[in-house]
């Protein structure tokens, strides 16, 4: 049984740049959250994907979008990046219903410089 | 909004109980989950409270009040490997995918 699995597992970007980071979920999963993590941080809720269509979202700044494949696959996307964008990004999957737990990939570090 | 404390680090000896602990401030409240993080890795999920009460799975069990706005982790007959940090999180809504909130974390240190 396939975990949530992300790519890259690293990334080096430049600031002004822009990224996308990708997400396979958890097989017979149907729902995709995307996490930001400081170092030393909890992870914080950046939106949520089902249907296709982002259904929930958290307090982040419209250069992060995010799409949704019929696969369940999902991407993030990152424009402009600032210095402050480095972290590492989660992937969480689950079913919309469900139990309660989420499933997250290893994640991605994105490096800015 | 949303808010949770937890104690920031925790050592413990090998064989020995350990506690932690997590406090919530919410506008709405549906559910609290532990999460464990190794270095390097991605958050696991060891369990979840929706009511007041213990629930216990294997040598974790958590427990919730949610008069307090209060909860707990308790970890049991520590091993090495439970070195790790230790995430309390709030569901944002009813649903069972709902967004979740995480506490900062807390990092425990097994010591033998």
């Known amino acids: 049984d396939a975990g949530v699995t992300q790519s890259p597992t690293h990334l080096i970007k430049t600031r002004g740049q822009q990224v996308t980071l990708r997400c396979s979920p958890k097989?017979?999963?149907?729902?995709v959250s995307w996490y930001q993590q400081a170092l030393g941080q909890g992870p914080q809720f950046i939106f949520q994907y089902y249907e296709e269509e982002e259904r929930q979202r958290g307090n982040f700044p419209d250069r992060f979008s995010g799409h949704q494949f019929p696969n369940y696959s999902s991407e993030l996307n990152v424009n402009a990046l600032l210095l402050g964008d480095s972290a590492l990004y989660l992937c969480a999957s689950s079913l919309f219903r469900g139990t309660y737990e989420q499933y997250f990939g290893p994640g991605t570090r994105l490096t800015v410089t | 909004g949303q808010s949770l404390e937890q104690p920031s680090e925790v050592t413990a000896v090998e064989g020995a109980i350990v506690q932690i602990n997590c406090t919530y401030q919410t506008s709405g409240f549906y559910g609290l989950s532990w999460y464990q993080q190794h270095d390097g890795g991605a958050p696991t999920f060891l369990s979840y409270?929706?009511?007041?009460g213990l629930e216990e799975t294997g040598r974790f069990s958590s427990f919730l009040s949610r008069s307090d706005s209060y909860g707990y982790l308790l970890l049991q007959e520590l091993q090495m490997k439970d070195s790790a940090s230790y995430f309390c999180?709030?569901?944002?809504?009813?649903?069972?995918?709902?967004?979740?909130?995480f506490g900062t974390g807390t990092r425990l240190q097994v010591t033998l």
């Open positions: 409270n929706a009511l007041d």
């Open positions: 097989s017979g999963h149907d729902t």
């Open positions: 999180a709030v569901r944002g809504g009813a649903g069972t995918a709902s967004k979740l909130t």
